[in-house]
């Protein structure tokens, strides 16, 4: 069975007007498109052909890892926005952050400080493991499966994520992502996961 390129949680005009629906659009089905339609090629005829995704990610090396890991990072990134999201979490995601961060402030300032601060192009992430949350820096495709850390919720900073709606401007929109955008609600339920 060929990979698929997974649908959006909602339209690609719902995060407007922090994502415009010409970002979602270009990044959406040219992008994330071009990542499944690589993936299919690379491994038409290979051990990989119609293997689990996360399988793929956690065993391939080179273009088929790029890939595939590419496909897993843009879809955990679409989930982990939300029309009504932004603002601060509650519950177990609040008591966690201020456990590891001191306060939703620290934590604000480290992952802003963080995403901004990330040369060239990645992801920056909230991750869980034994020791709590962490934020980490993550270059290319690479993600935290690989280093046994559950992830949370990510932002994208590839240029290619923002550039038509915020230029190089790389804070303003990390500022949008963390006021309007953050989805709380899917950070609360892989926090919840094993």
């Not at 090629?41 to 689990?52: A, D, K, V």
């Not at 080179?62 to 897993?72: E, M």
């Not at 949370?152 to 992502?177: I, K």
Request: hydrophobic share 45%; glycine share 8%; proline share 5%.
């Amino acid at each position: 069975m060929a990979f698929e390129l997974p649908p959006l949680p909602y339209q690609q005009s719902a995060l407007e007007p922090y994502v415009s629906a010409e970002t979602m659009s270009f990044h959406y089905e040219r992008h994330h498109a071009g990542y499944v339609a690589n993936l299919n090629r690379l491994t038409s005829g290979t051990q990989w052909e119609g293997t689990e995704l996360e399988k793929v990610v956690l065993g391939a090396e080179g273009p088929i890892f790029n890939n595939a890991a590419q496909i897993w990072n843009h879809t955990f990134y679409w989930h982990s926005m939300s029309p009504d999201g932004g603002g601060v979490p509650s519950g177990p995601v609040r008591a966690a952050i201020d456990e590891s961060f001191g306060s939703m402030d620290e934590f604000r300032r480290q992952f802003a400080d963080a995403a901004v601060g990330l040369f060239g192009s990645g992801w920056t992430w909230l991750v869980a493991d034994d020791d709590g949350l962490d934020i980490v820096q993550t270059a290319n495709a690479d993600l935290p499966l690989l280093h046994d850390r559950r992830a949370l919720l990510v932002v994208d900073v590839w240029e290619h994520a923002y550039y038509l709606d915020y230029q190089n401007a790389r804070a303003a929109y990390v500022e949008a992502f963390l006021d309007h955008l953050i989805n709380w609600e899917f950070a609360a339920e892989n926090l919840a996961s094993d």
